[in-house]
């Protein structure tokens, strides 16, 4: 059954069309990536869907369409924790338990004369608290929590002290929780670690609703999605198959318009060779020819189609401004802790030049706390970091704290 459909949608600023003839459908519990080059549409085309953007074109939506988008503010409310912004989503449920407990306060101090009707509101009420879910949604709430990486010392949080990411990760679950039937996930592994990203897939792929991802991690969509929706050059086009799948297709697509379009061409110039042969013999029968090969060509023409080029790559190099030593960066020891709360210890590195190190580790566990122990930001509790000869370290913070908001972004 399809539940939302579009039809030759599209939307300009000006003279600048972002995209045009947007047409497709999608049906209940299907999984479709949506990608393309950044600034391409893919986030202006969720806006148009929920009715945030207008633009050309209709966009349908069947009664039965409930829709879950990650709004862009989250409440900065200081009395308002993690828990509780993700436990709103169910206020109806909450509601419904409180109205069952007010029953049931009420036939311990009712007269025997209103009992029969207390206890029928009562079953009535306890019927439909258990059949919307009223059993578990506190379980699911600290499920959907624990998941997307969160901790229960988290819980209690207050939302206005949290990072950006954990803000983003408490609407991720509020999402996941909302009863929508069709998800609009604009980069939804972002700021999540690796076994969030594995709780999220294993979610979505057991999910009855369909889901709308807009996401870069190809990984992630090979395993949740099954369709995808490509705008690329202002235009729009539909594949079936995972994100893999659309990037075969999309090759022997570009493979087979470039061999047509050689061909074509090839075919035109041999027919021009022709034309002009027989210009120059200058008869009646050869201008007749002529004028025949020229309808030819205009045929050819008409029908020949130039392939699109593919989004422009960048080329670059970068390389040390001068070589450091052989031994790069050493550590002995190192420990960190915050209060009762130990990150780490006894950390040992010996990094050589040229080595390409990952630090894996879940959210909280210390990861950026050590960057900064190693880059002499920060104090270790114990232990010692040893730069070697000629290290100039270059740190990119998650929290972009170092940029100028004053700069463009060229001078910058």
């Given at each position: 059954?399809?539940?939302?459909?579009?039809?030759?949608?599209?939307?300009?600023?000006?003279?600048?069309?972002?995209f045009?003839?947007?047409?497709?459908?999608?049906?209940e519990?299907?999984?479709?990536?949506?990608?393309?080059?950044?600034?391409?549409?893919?986030?202006?085309?969720?806006?148009?869907?929920?009715?945030?953007?207008?633009?050309?074109?209709?966009?349908?939506?069947?009664?039965?369409?409930?829709?879950?988008?990650?709004?862009?503010?989250?409440?900065?409310?200081?009395?308002?924790?993690?828990?509780?912004?993700?436990?709103?989503?169910?206020?109806?449920?909450?509601?419904?338990?409180?109205?069952?407990?007010?029953?049931?306060?009420?036939?311990?101090?009712?007269?025997?004369?209103?009992?029969?009707?207390?206890?029928?509101?009562?079953?009535?009420?306890?019927?439909?608290?258990e059949?919307?879910?009223?059993?578990?949604?506190?379980?699911?709430?600290?499920?959907?929590?624990?998941?997307?990486?969160?901790?229960?010392?988290?819980?209690?949080?207050?939302?206005?002290?949290?990072?950006?990411?954990?803000?983003?990760?408490?609407?991720?679950?509020?999402?996941?929780?909302?009863?929508?039937?069709?998800?609009?996930?604009?980069?939804?592994?972002?700021?999540?670690?690796?076994?969030?990203?594995?709780?999220?897939?294993?979610y979505?792929?057991?999910?009855?609703g369909?889901?709308?991802?807009?996401?870069?991690?190809?990984?992630?969509?090979?395993?949740?999605?099954?369709?995808?929706?490509?705008?690329?050059?202002?235009?729009?086009?539909?594949?079936?198959?995972?994100?893999?799948?659309?990037?075969?297709?999309?090759?022997?697509?570009?493979?087979?318009?470039?061999h047509?379009?050689?061909?074509?061409?090839?075919?035109?110039?041999?027919?021009?060779?022709?034309?002009?042969?027989?210009?120059?013999?200058?008869?009646?029968?050869?201008?007749?020819?002529?004028?025949?090969?020229?309808?030819?060509?205009?045929?050819?023409?008409?029908?020949?189609?130039?392939?699109?080029?593919?989004?422009?790559?960048?080329?670059?190099?970068?390389?040390?401004?001068?070589?450091?030593g052989?031994?790069?960066?050493?550590?002995?020891?190192?420990?960190?802790s915050?209060?009762?709360?130990?990150?780490?210890?006894?950390?040992d590195l010996?990094?050589?030049?040229?080595?390409?190190?990952?630090?894996l580790?879940?959210?909280?566990?210390?990861?950026?706390?050590?960057?900064?122990?190693?880059?002499?930001?920060?104090?270790?509790?114990?232990g010692?970091?040893?730069?070697?000869?000629?290290?100039?370290?270059g740190?990119?913070?998650?929290?972009?704290?170092?940029?100028?908001?004053?700069?463009?972004?060229?001078?910058?």
């Amino acid at each position: 059954m399809i539940i939302l459909s579009a039809s030759q949608v599209g939307l300009s600023f000006g003279e600048r069309t972002l995209f045009s003839s947007v047409s497709f459908d999608v049906q209940e519990g299907e999984k479709i990536g949506l990608v393309g080059v950044n600034g391409c549409g893919k986030t202006t085309l969720f806006k148009l869907i929920t009715g945030e953007a207008k633009g050309d074109g209709q966009i349908q939506r069947t009664k039965s369409l409930v829709l879950g988008y990650v709004e862009q503010h989250v409440s900065n409310d200081d009395a308002t924790t993690a828990y509780e912004q993700v436990l709103s989503v169910f206020a109806p449920l909450m509601a419904l338990e409180a109205d069952l407990l007010s029953v049931e306060a009420d036939l311990r101090t009712a007269p025997e004369t209103a009992l029969a009707a207390l206890t029928v509101k009562q079953h009535a009420l306890q019927e439909r608290f258990e059949n919307e879910g009223g059993l578990t949604y506190r379980s699911r709430t600290r499920a959907a929590l624990l998941g997307l990486g969160f901790d229960e010392a988290m819980f209690d949080r207050p939302v206005a002290k949290l990072s950006g990411g954990e803000k983003s990760k408490v609407l991720l679950a509020r999402m996941l929780l909302s009863g929508a039937n069709l998800l609009l996930l604009d980069e939804p592994t972002n700021h999540l670690d690796i076994a969030g990203v594995e709780w999220l897939e294993n979610y979505l792929n057991a999910y009855p609703g369909a889901v709308i991802a807009i996401s870069h991690d190809r990984y992630f969509l090979d395993k949740v999605t099954k369709r995808t929706f490509e705008i690329e050059n202002k235009k729009f086009k539909a594949y079936q198959g995972n994100y893999s799948t659309y990037l075969e297709k999309k090759d022997r697509e570009r493979d087979i318009d470039q061999h047509h379009y050689d061909t074509t061409t090839r075919e035109i110039k041999r027919i021009e060779g022709i034309v002009a042969q027989q210009r120059q013999w200058n008869r009646e029968r050869n201008i007749r020819t002529a004028e025949s090969k020229l309808k030819q060509i205009a045929r050819l023409e008409r029908d020949l189609v130039k392939p699109e080029k593919g989004p422009d790559a960048i080329a670059f190099h970068f390389k040390a401004r001068n070589p450091s030593g052989q031994d790069v960066l050493m550590a002995e020891g190192l420990a960190k802790s915050f209060g009762d709360r130990t990150l780490f210890r006894n950390v040992d590195l010996h990094i050589r030049a040229g080595e390409r190190v990952f630090l894996l580790g879940a959210n909280g566990c210390g990861k950026t706390t050590l960057l900064k122990i190693l880059l002499g930001r920060l104090a270790p509790e114990k232990g010692s970091v040893f730069l070697g000869t000629g290290v100039q370290p270059g740190y990119y913070d998650q929290t972009l704290a170092a940029l100028h908001p004053e700069k463009n972004v060229i001078d910058e």
